[in-house]
């Protein structure tokens, strides 16, 4: 046990952060922890981990960052030697690329496992909440345009809202749901991409009719329509997917439900 834990405590100790959040070690440092006596062996398993990240059709240049620094050696000279910035991803693909036969890879294949796993969760965590927290801004973006689309003089706000979807997406809610296979909220099932555009729609929408001073509502509802028919031409001279093609995603309402402790636990730590 103490040796699991020796393992353990060192590839923690050797763990650097950049300044973006982003964890990563240095092999040099990671071949004394794993006892590997010389460089070149040490080096066959950071290559052969480099071909198991291609052959998964990821990057090996975003996770094996090759340098180069100067060292003094005995003599008092100065040399150049290699290293590698490793993230946690190439640091797990080198220790199941090792020899097994050390009982420090063992320990280590299962931490960088572990870490691994935790990120995930962490960066879908992280998606989650961005998509919680513009669907939030939306139905805050919704209530004052509503405010402001009766002050033009709409009466009737769901045929208004109906034609900035309309121009946005070429075909109504009711459609829109029909071909997207959803039957609850549109944007409860719209991804960050998607719901991005309604913010942008909604937005403009309601800076338009402040700017322009737009009274009546035919005028109104015409602006509405405009404005969604502009963002969605601008969508498609980007190259993107119209909004209607983009995938329905798991309803906002679930990943509330799902991240209720999370969410407060973030809350919490940021009061106090």
Known sequence: MDRLDST????????????KGIDYWRARKVQLVLAYSEWRNFENAINRARMA?????IDPMNHF???TKKVQVGSGGIIKQKDY??????CYLVTMNSDTSK????TAQAYFAVQTRRQ???DQLTADKRRILLRNRIKDANLS???TAKRAGVQRYPIFQDAGYQGLYGMGLKDIKRYKGIEDDLLDRAG?????????RITQTEDKLVRDKVTGEKEATDTHHNVGRAVRNTINQLGGLMPEDLPAETSIKKLERKHKKEIKDIIRKRIT
């Not at 353990?8 to 300044?19: H, M, P, V, Y």
């Not at 990240?53 to 059709?57: D, F, P, Q």
Request: some cysteine; overall charge negative.
């Open 8 to 19: 353990i405590n060192a590839l923690e100790a050797s763990k650097r952060t950049t300044e």
């Open 53 to 57: 990240c291609e052959s998964a059709g």
């Open 65 to 67: 960052v090759e340098i």
């Open 85 to 90: 910035l490793l993230t946690r991803y190439a």
């Open 103 to 106: 009982s420090e890879i063992g």
């Open 120 to 122: 995930e969760k962490e």
């Open 145 to 147: 345009l509503a405010s």
């Open 192 to 200: 960050k991409t998607e719901l991005a555009a309604n913010e942008f």
